[in-house]
Each structure stands twice: as structure tokens, then as C-alpha cells.
């Protein structure tokens, strides 16, 4: 008996030795050590009688052993004990997203659960869970009206025209602010590009008004001045757009400068040096140096922009909208406003806003991908 013990634990040591020379056991390396410790007691030298090995406090055994889940649960363990105390070190900064998270969860995600309306033939008396539903047919009637294509086409109109026009205004502007050297005179221009954008579109539209009226407005005295007929922009369904468009150039140029601006502080100096001795102009320094130091940056702000291309802001259309642009003026926000608020007509217009949410969700993932695919990071 005594010699067939003494067989037993030389086969246990043989496997033993091969079993810690396997990748298998160098990959359960840690898990050992943190089971070991937590256990302790264990050795390698310790074996057992049914073939098993236990291997610095942890039991390497055939197809019954349960020590690889126990080394994880240990890992897991002191993972969750680091991640509290690095809780505990940073909870002001943590504090801090309390608000944030608060603010999402209250003004952006709890709203969603209204959506439903979307599909119920929505009341007062009945309430959102109340009341009757009525599947697709409010988007049924959304696809058939008429006005519904109206505004749809203004809206991607007037959309298109800011991104194609509005879009690469601070680019140029923040280039342009780039180049000035005398520090003083670059804060002025950026402190009078940026006052427009905390301007209120009622003032500013009221000041737009007053600039473009046909009698006394400042464009139409120049006109006169050289010889041409005044034009009313504001109630002209030619110009409405060229105005509506020229108005938000206005206000948000100079505030989008900020971002392209900080990206371009980031760039390398040595890369202008580099380029200078290359025999590079201010030009070539610009494509060749600044603007691919922007690139990505550009292109995040062109995803984000892509998700709104399906509204338009109501307060800015509102103030410049009047009855003789309405064909070309009135857009989805607007439509909403009057349609469902107005007319009280909530399930119809959230079947619109939900509509209007999907396509801008397909828009930024999909201009997303054309975005990687051009080997930019992208927003995923």
C-alpha cells in the first residue's frame, strides 16, 4: 500500500511539472496567485488522491475542476474593490455628473416613453396608457397629406443651403483668425463674431427686418442709390430663402470658429517650420499643414450636423415667417407647432417627430460610415 501511494505521488508530480509548463497554466497565472492569497494554506506540493494537483493555493484538476471559476470570482473581486476605491478617491468629480445624468434622464429619456402616442388615437380623458391603439394609421395619414410633403421639401431645402453655405463659414473665418498675429486685434474680431450668437432670433430677426425693408431698409437705399428697383426679401418667395440663410450665417458663424480654432492650437509648430523650409507659402502651409491638422474635427462637426438636417429652428423661423412666404417658410417645426399645439392634434404630430427622429438617426450613422470609410475615426 505504502509503495502504491508512493507511485501515485510520483504520477502527480510528473503531471504537475507538465501542467506548469502548458499555456494553460500561465494563463490562469494570476487567478492562482489571487485564490492563493485569499485562501492561503495550499501549496504546490500539496496533491490529491483522485488525480487533481493543487497549484499555488489553486486545485488544477481533469474535467471536475472548478478553480478557473473561483480564480475569476477572486479577479472580479479585488476589480470591484479598485473600482470603489477610485470611486471613493473622485467622487466630487463624479458628483459633479450627478446634474448631467439627472438632466438626460428627466428632459431626454422619460419623455421617450410619450412616443407611444405615435401609435394611439391619443385624449385628454384617456391618457397615454389609456388610450385606444391604432397601429401605423397616423402615419398613414402623415405620408398621404399633401402639406406634409410641403414642409418636408422646405426643410431639407432650407438645410441644405445652410450646410452647403453655413458650414464651411467657420472654417474659413477660424484660418483666417489663425493667421492674425497682433493678439489684440484678434480678440476684438472674435468677441464681435461671437455677440451675434447670444442675441435673441426676436432681435435679430426685428434688426434683419428693419435692414432688408423695402422702403427704409439699408439694402434697398443702396439699390436705389444705383439705379435698381427696391426688393421686398422678406416677403418675396425667391429671396425668403437667401435671407433666412444669410440670417443664421450671421448668428452662428463666428461661434462655430471656437472648436476648429482649438483644434488648430493643437497642431505642431514644427510642421509649419517644416513646411517653411520646404519653401511653402501661407497657402501651401494651409492646405498641406493646417487643414489636415483639422481634419477630423471637421468631420465629427459634419456627423453632428447631419442629425439635425430634419429641423429647423422654430424660434428663428417664426420670427422671419409671414403669410406671403408660407410655400417656401413653412417647415416641419413650424407645422408641428401649429398642427399640434394649435389643433391639439398630438398624436399626428408626434408620428411626425418620431419620423423625423428616425431619418435623422439614419443620416448620422450612415454619413458615419462614408466618414470611416475615409479613414477618419468617426463618432464609433
Aim: charged share 15%.
Amino acid at each position: 500500500m505504502h509503495t502504491q501511494n508512493e507511485s501515485v505521488g510520483e504520477t502527480d508530480k510528473r503531471r504537475y511539472a507538465k501542467c506548469k509548463q502548458s499555456k494553460q497554466f500561465k494563463k490562469q497565472r494570476v487567478g492562482f496567485k489571487l485564490l492563493s492569497m485569499s485562501i492561503g494554506g495550499a501549496t504546490p506540493g500539496d496533491f490529491r488522491r483522485d488525480g487533481g494537483i493543487v497549484g499555488e493555493g489553486l486545485s488544477i484538476a481533469g474535467e471536475s475542476s472548478t478553480a478557473p471559476a473561483s480564480g475569476v470570482h477572486a479577479a472580479s473581486s479585488a476589480g470591484r474593490k479598485r473600482m470603489l476605491k477610485k470611486l471613493k478617491q473622485d467622487k466630487s468629480l463624479y458628483g459633479m455628473l450627478v446634474p448631467v445624468i439627472a438632466f438626460y434622464l428627466l428632459f431626454k429619456y422619460s419623455p421617450m416613453v410619450g412616443e407611444m402616442i405615435a401609435f394611439k388615437n391619443y385624449r385628454f380623458v384617456d391618457g397615454i396608457f389609456g388610450s385606444e391603439w391604432v397601429g401605423f394609421k397616423h402615419f398613414r395619414m402623415l405620408f398621404e397629406s399633401p402639406d406634409f410633403w410641403r414642409v418636408l421639401r422646405n426643410t431639407l431645402l432650407l438645410n441644405i443651403y445652410n450646410l452647403a453655405l453655413g458650414f464651411p463659414v467657420p472654417v474659413l473665418l477660424a484660418l483666417l483668425l489663425n493667421e492674425v498675429r497682433v493678439e489684440g486685434y484678434k480678440r476684438l474680431v472674435q468677441n464681435l463674431l461671437y455677440i451675434p450668437h447670444f442675441i435673441s432670433w426676436v432681435v435679430l430677426g426685428g434688426i434683419l427686418i428693419a435692414l432688408l425693408s423695402p422702403s427704409t431698409g439699408v439694402v434697398n437705399l443702396i439699390l436705389k442709390a444705383i439705379g435698381l428697383e427696391p426688393i421686398y426679401f422678406m416677403a418675396n418667395s425667391a429671396w425668403w430663402p437667401a435671407a433666412y440663410t444669410l440670417s443664421s450665417i450671421w448668428r452662428e458663424a463666428g461661434w462655430g470658429t471656437i472648436l476648429y480654432l482649438a483644434a488648430m492650437s493643437a497642431i505642431d509648430s514644427q510642421l509649419y517650420e517644416a513646411a517653411k523650409i520646404d519653401g511653402a507659402g501661407k497657402l501651401r502651409q494651409t492646405w498641406h499643414v493646417t487643414l489636415p491638422g483639422i481634419r477630423s474635427t471637421i468631420a465629427i462637426l459634419l456627423i453632428l450636423r447631419m442629425g439635425s438636417m430634419m429641423d429647423v429652428g422654430l424660434e428663428q423661423t417664426l420670427a422671419l415667417q409671414n403669410d406671403s412666404v408660407l410655400d417656401v417658410a413653412d417647415v416641419i417645426s413650424t407645422y408641428v407647432y401649429r398642427v399640434g399645439l394649435q389643433n391639439m392634434n398630438y398624436s399626428y404630430t408626434t408620428a411626425l417627430g418620431l419620423f423625423q427622429a428616425l431619418i435623422g438617426l439614419i443620416l448620422v450613422v450612415g454619413v458615419n460610415k462614408i466618414i470611416r470609410l475615409f479613414g477618419e475615426r468617426g463618432l464609433w
